[in-house]
């Protein structure tokens, strides 16, 4: 197939690193302005071409870049409540500052199936071996136009400083409740296996019940759903698990229903874009209680990626160099025994693309970074698809089936000349009808250089 070119207009520009784009009607007004966040704590607005700031919470992100430049901690969520424009209230997803703790493990984790206990690690001394915390807070914007703090909804204590979610704060047009995906807690390789535990927050994704209005003076941090407080445990369900690190959840309605959209951020081998439709998902106050009764929650209809055992549609693997001199590597399984049980409790993902792939006019990739569905006809050839971002700076495209079969993807190229070697693509996102798509794009890797980033609208050639 040929692939697609598409165009660029540059929006913004001179940005810290955008991890949020997306579009909101604010009270009073009639039309939607463009929002964007940056990973190290502004929001801002754009309406009628003039860029204004709505939030800096700088002051309140932990030092970023400390180890080198690159960091996966920051501001990474931003969600508007569906009334918004009646009542300013706002959600964010950021990491704290002054929580910068020794991490879980002292050094670099690798499992080895030749050694049966890097394969049962348990993460001990919770409260001391931890590398920092995350919140998700509640805010409201007042009568005069600044917001204000309302509530912590939670805080949640992570082992390492990698995989805590980017893009993944959004409100559910089905169920009205603000969706958050956690990540497995970072490292590599998940090296707890928390994702596929159930009573483990980490590797979910979750669902917040915010008309509850719970408010909670003091909140904990905490690991596990049993750590918290039985009004905040009544507010949570889980929808899915087995989540490595998920880089956007996106809705598209299709028909009756809505197609969900999972960004699967993968190991070493692959990354992939998982969808589902229905799914049943299980009230955090289920899972606890049966824990307590010695019993395995119910998993007919929960939505589970695979993750340890699975990265994408293949096994977990490490890859090695082969003995023999050659040039080449080989792939050994990390995880034979996680693989085989979760096999038939996962869904397949609907695409898949590698970091090193043989076929034509397909991606290499190094981490998918926004996945988004296009609704509009402006770009006729993407109505109807899902979009997706690598942080290598590439883009494709793919189409849902109503069944969620895996399905190829189609690469898109731009007439856009970026005027530098390094580019990185940061984020995707569209307005609220899903008739416009944003991209953006950094010109560095590490969040400590600043003010290299722009964010575009994609257009038609």
């Given amino acids: 197939m040929q692939r697609l070119r598409v165009g660029l207009r540059p929006i913004v520009n001179n940005l810290n690193l955008p991890t949020v784009i997306k579009t909101v009607i604010f009270p009073g007004e009639e039309e939607e302005s463009l929002v964007i966040a940056t990973q190290v704590g502004e929001i801002f607005y754009v ?7 709505l939030l800096d919470i700088r002051h309140n992100i932990i030092d970023l870049g400390a180890a080198g430049g690159y960091d996966e901690r920051g501001l990474l969520g931003l969600a508007f409540h ?6 300013g209230l706002f959600y964010i997803h950021y990491t704290l500052a002054g929580t910068q703790g020794p991490g879980a493990l002292s050094g670099r984790f690798v499992p080895d199936p030749c050694y049966r206990d890097t394969l049962n690690l348990v993460w001990s001394n919770r409260e001391n071996r931890y590398d920092h ?29 990698n995989h805590n979610g980017v893009n993944t704060l959004n409100f559910s047009p089905e169920t009205g409740r603000l969706v958050l995906a956690t990540g497995d807690g970072g490292s590599g390789f998940d090296p707890f296996n928390l994702a596929q535990n159930d009573m483990e927050i980490a590797g979910k994704i979750i669902e917040i019940d915010v008309d509850m209005d719970v408010f909670i003076d003091n909140m904990p941090a905490v690991t596990r759903f049993d750590e918290l407080p039985q009004s905040v445990q009544a507010s949570l369900t889980v929808i899915a698990k087995g989540i490595r690190n998920t880089t956007g959840i996106a809705y598209q309605r299709f028909n009756n229903y809505y197609i969900k959209y999972v960004g699967f951020v993968g190991q070493d081998m692959v990354e992939a874009v998982f969808s589902f439709v229905s799914y049943t998902p299980l009230p955090v106050t289920d899972i606890i209680r049966s824990y307590a009764l010695q019993t395995v929650p119910r998993q007919d209809g929960f939505i589970n990626l695979g993750w340890r055992g699975w990265e994408g549609i293949l096994p977990t693997s490490i890859i090695r160099p082969c003995q023999d001199g050659r040039n080449q590597d080989q ?45 509009g006809t402006e770009i006729p050839e993407l109505t109807g698809s899902c979009v997706f971002t690598d942080f290598s700076g590439v883009m ?17 190229d731009f007439d856009f000349d970026f005027m530098t070697d390094s580019v990185f693509f940061t984020a995707l996102g569209t307005d609220l009808n899903q008739t416009k798509l944003y991209l953006g794009a950094y010109g560095s890797a590490n969040v400590t250089a600043q003010h290299l980033g722009t964010v575009f609208e994609i257009i038609r050639r």
Avoid at 82 to 87: E, I, L, Q, T, V
Avoid at 396 to 412: G, H, L, S
């Fill in 47 to 53: 309406r009628n071409d003039t860029v204004s700031l």
């Fill in 82 to 87: 569906p009334d918004f424009y009646y009542n």
């Fill in 133 to 161: 915390i995350d919140t998700v807070e509640e805010w409201m914007v007042q009568e005069n136009g600044s917001p204000v703090k309302r509530r912590t909804l939670l805080n949640l204590r992570r082992p390492f400083m």
């Fill in 331 to 375: 792939k050994i399984m990390a995880y034979y025994n996680d693989a085989i049980i979760t096999a038939p409790l996962r869904i397949y993902p609907l695409t898949c693309y590698y970091h090193d792939d043989p076929r034509p006019n397909k991606i290499e990739g190094m981490a998918i970074t926004g996945v988004q569905p296009y609704q």
């Fill in 396 to 412: 494709a495209y793919t189409f849902a089936t109503p069944e969620c079969r895996m399905n190829d993807y189609n690469v898109i």
